[in-house]
């Protein structure tokens, strides 16, 4: 797989991540699509957590990107 | 209706806290066990005595980035200018700042999904008892299996074993130490311990392996107080705060004192004493507690 190629799977992969931390912070858990972890019919528990683990990996996503765009040589 | 925790159990509980954090003998483990012991009706899952853990956990990360604020100084420095430039480049802290950064997201990651379910599945003061055995065998087996350390000049300062550790330490080594963390979510292990453990057998030496958990530690512990302040500071605070207050001064004292006596302990001793204690710590506790 070439890096181009990496590097846009990694922004799309960040972009999905950090909307659905944001499903996660705003809908409930019976609102939340059954193939989602956390889904729980009839549950009105926001999963706030499970948002920051999603946030924290789409964030990790992007900046791994960034540093593979960068010079040739970077290392990260 | 009486304090569910008084000023003296904060005291003791909040010098525990300070000193078992940073020690690599559980904290949480011995939070568990004490109060079983003393027979204080305080049990981990209640929701005054977690209101009281974040206020002495924060208390424990202020103090050990205090402690090692040059340090965290350079650190950020250097994740900033490598951002900006898209390149590590020769900066030992940008490097450095990206391991802990690696190190962070999977303990943090462990610990946001699975710390209610460890916390629940092992809530004993039993289980913990055990558990601090096998911490015990976990610290000897990484003295035991680590690969030689590097021979390290305890006059050098600081700048010298950042370096170090940016040199040993690999992205895959940061990633596996930082995991290592979340056993600290089962009481009995501990969290510098794992880390401490994993940079032996990394090839780190004690003393940087015993900077580079506390620097990994530092957003850990931070990131979990302030993610659960709103408790300490909601209703469930009621009631607790002023304990809280104290137990987190406590803390405080304890963790500066732990975190300068263990940066000297380790720069010419080893995790064997340790070991030895939790194993004995925990088979006296089991014993006990199996026969009140």
């Known amino acids: 797989m070439s890096d181009r190629t990496i590097n846009i799977l990694l922004v799309v992969a960040g972009v999905i991540l950090v909307l659905l931390a944001i499903v996660y912070w705003i809908e409930p858990a019976k609102s939340l699509p059954s193939v989602m972890p956390g889904h729980e019919a009839g549950s009105t528990h926001h999963h706030v957590k499970h948002g920051i683990a999603a946030f924290l990996l789409g964030i990790g996503a992007f900046v791994l990107a960034w540093f593979r765009t960068g010079p040739r040589h970077s290392a990260a | ?292």
């Not at chain 2, 483990?29 to 027979?39: A, D, N, R």
Request: hydrophobic residues 55%.
């Open chain 2, 1 to 292: 209706m009486a304090d569910p925790i008084s000023y003296g159990q904060a005291v003791v509980l909040g010098l525990l806290q300070g000193a078992s954090e940073l020690f690599p003998v559980s904290s949480l483990g011995h939070s568990v066990i004490l109060p079983q012991l003393l027979g204080w009706d305080i049990k981990q899952n209640d929701d005054f005595f977690i209101v009281f853990l974040v206020a002495t956990h924060l208390a424990t990360a202020i103090v050990l980035f205090c402690f090692f604020l040059s340090d965290w100084m350079k650190i950020l420095r250097g994740l900033g200018r490598s951002l900006r430039d898209r390149d590590l480049g020769d900066d030992p802290y940008a490097r450095l700042g990206w391991l802990l950064v690696v190190g962070t997201i999977p303990a943090g990651l462990l610990g946001l999904l699975l710390e209610h379910a460890l916390r629940d599945l092992f809530a004993s003061a039993q289980s913990a008892a055990f558990f601090l055995m096998l911490n015990g065998v976990m610290l000897y087996g990484a003295e035991r299996l680590r690969r030689r350390a590097p021979v390290v000049d305890s006059s050098e300062d600081a700048v010298a074993s950042d370096v170090r550790i940016g040199e040993t330490v690999t992205w895959r080594n940061a990633c596996a130490i930082g995991a290592a963390q979340a056993l600290a979510l089962i009481p009995g292990f501990s969290r510098s311990g794992a880390t401490m453990g994993g940079g032996l057998l990394v090839g780190l030496s004690n003393e940087d392996a015993a900077r580079f958990a506390f620097l990994l530690a530092t957003p850990i512990i931070g990131a979990a107080a302030i993610l659960k302040l709103p408790d300490l500071l909601g209703s469930a605070g009621n009631g607790v705060r002023g304990p809280a207050l104290v137990g987190a001064l406590c803390s405080a004292f304890t963790a500066y004192l732990s975190v300068r006596f263990l940066m000297r302990f380790f720069e010419t001793n080893r995790l064997t004493p340790f070991a030895i204690y939790c194993v004995l710590a925990g088979a006296a506790a089991s014993v006990w507690l199996a026969t009140t």
